[in-house]
């Protein structure tokens, strides 16, 4: 996360050949194209570099015997809902988390290819709890008793978008170059360049690149966080 929004563009104008002093593709455009295909590849990412999107939270609940008893998640950026632990135990030391909620892979894999989980069905796990998330919220039903009970919510946080050229791109250094490429795919279809599809071909080979990175490290391809927990 180390590659400006500047120098990203600038590599892109570099890779077609868009670089002089008349430019055919104007900034608005790039800037734009390397969010949105940021934000497109970053389930991808995510599965393959599991711990670089993804967070936890800790919520308290409010007794409540209604059920749309709702907790909110609006301050949280949340993408994807991955799984809620209800923690029990009065302090860190003797503290124990029950999983009540674990997002399906298959479900992981929809989201990750950018498609929003505003809702999704109420699960069961064994524990006589039932999950379900709404847009920012989400709910526990039985509602809970008191107000002394804690749930951890693990989650993929949505991609920042680069607030400027000094603003870093949104993803694992190791991934920069694939992007930069998914975006000159889409600036050589545009322009009718025959290059786009060596382009293409080039993007998979870098994708294939960091999966053997990873591999070399110990990290697992085709991975989510729930996976490695």
Same mark, same amino acid.
């Given at each position: 996360m180390s590659t400006t929004r500047l120098v990203m563009r600038t590599k892109i104008r570099q890779r077609i050949g868009d670089d002089g002093a008349s430019s055919f593709f104007s900034s608005t &455009?790039? #800037?734009t194209l390397i969010d949105t295909r940021v934000r497109v590849r970053a389930g991808e990412i995510a599965r393959l570099a599991?711990? $670089?999107y993804f967070e936890e939270s800790s919520h308290t609940s409010v007794a409540d015997t209604l059920d749309y008893n709702y907790v909110t998640t609006a301050g949280l950026k949340m993408r994807t809902p991955m799984k809620l632990l209800h923690r029990y135990g009065d302090a860190a030391a #003797? $503290?124990? $988390? *029950?999983e009540i909620h674990k997002t399906p892979v298959d479900e992981q894999r929809i989201a990750g290819r950018g498609v929003p989980l505003l809702? &999704?069905?109420d699960t069961l796990r064994g524990t006589g709890r039932s999950v379900s998330f709404h847009d920012t919220f989400f709910r526990v039903f039985p509602p809970p008793t008191d107000t002394s009970e804690t749930y951890i919510l693990q989650y993929l946080?949505? *991609?920042d978008d680069a607030a400027d050229d000094t603003a870093s791109?949104?993803?694992p250094d190791e991934w920069m170059d694939f992007l930069a490429l998914d975006v000159c795919v889409i600036l050589g279809q545009r322009k009718a360049d025959p290059r786009w599809r060596a382009w293409k071909e080039e993007m998979f080979d870098e994708k294939r690149e960091v999966r053997r990175q990873y591999r070399r490290s110990g990290t697992p391809g085709r991975v989510g966080p729930l996976e490695r927990m």
């Open positions: &455009l790039i #800037n599991p711990n $670089y #003797n $503290y124990t $988390y *029950v809702g &999704l069905p946080r949505a *991609v791109i949104d993803a």
